[in-house]
């Protein structure tokens, strides 16, 4: 991680889950870490952690609703103006509900579609725009997806079809990212993250709808995945300096889809 010491990095969705341990784990190997969320406080809190203050990184918490453009686009002109570059952006934020097609609300629908889609082009764009602008062509765009985005979920989690859905479209973007930044023959690298289940607050989507369930009965018996090898795979792709790392599917062994 020697090369990455110093450079910047964005992280959406810091507040909690992946998110926050994103940033523990970066600012631990070094970097400027910008953590953003709707709950800045909250990334303030993590910030003042015994374990991130000693760290030789920094962690720098900006709120910011993602759903908002004007919103990116300041969090952007911030970074521009008090750091002069970006190095790495991971776009993390990615909401799920319980909301099937057909009794799912629309609110639901449209944020997910906001955060999970929208927000990820307009972040990806401004960072390439920003490190094309200052010169860093080894620059690294990471999305974290899902492995709902490689196949359709079972009947009995049909709740999340629609999540399903905005993963399918996350992976058919990194590809065209990647296709657009090979054609501006740019050596800023794009590639992706795909868990199983994660041991998060958005699991309980899937341990609310019926606790007595015998999905909940098998998620009960699982060795869930944890937030720390999620953020072991991003320190893996960075580290790959001469390897683009298209995509990382993980699940826990105990998964069978």
């Given at each position: 991680m020697e090369p990455w010491s110093g450079r910047v990095a964005l992280v959406t969705g810091a507040s909690s889950a992946i998110g926050a341990e994103l940033c523990r784990t970066l600012v631990h190997h070094g970097m400027i870490v910008v953590g953003i969320a709707r709950r800045a406080d909250r990334i303030q809190a993590i910030a003042e952690e015994d374990r991130v203050k000693k760290a030789p990184g920094k962690l720098v918490a900006i709120k910011c609703d993602v759903t908002q453009e004007s919103e990116i686009l300041s969090v952007f002109d911030e970074i521009r103006k008090t750091f002069g570059r970006l190095d790495v952006c991971i776009n993390n934020a990615g909401p799920s509900y319980n909301s099937p097609l057909f009794s799912g609300t629309t609110a639901e629908f449209k944020n997910m579609l906001d955060v999970n889609v929208l927000a990820l082009c307009i972040c990806t764009r401004e960072a390439v725009k920003l490190m094309t602008e200052k010169g860093i062509d080894d620059g690294q765009i990471i999305n974290i997806s899902s492995m709902s985005?490689?196949?359709?979920?079972?009947?009995?989690?049909?709740?999340?079809?629609?999540?399903?859905?905005?993963?399918f479209m996350v992976r058919a973007l990194t590809e065209g990212l990647r296709r657009e930044l090979k054609a501006l023959n740019s050596h800023i690298r794009i590639g992706s993250v795909s868990p199983g289940l994660v041991e998060t607050e958005g699991l309980d989507v899937f341990r609310s709808k019926d606790p007595a369930a015998k999905a909940s009965d098998a998620l009960s018996a699982m060795t869930i995945l944890q937030v720390q090898d999620i953020a072991e795979s991003v320190l893996y792709i960075l580290r790959s300096q001469h390897v683009e790392v298209h995509d990382i599917l993980m699940r826990c062994y105990d998964q069978t889809s």
């Open positions: 985005g490689h196949r359709l979920n079972s009947t009995e989690q049909s709740g999340i079809h629609f999540y399903t859905d905005t993963k």
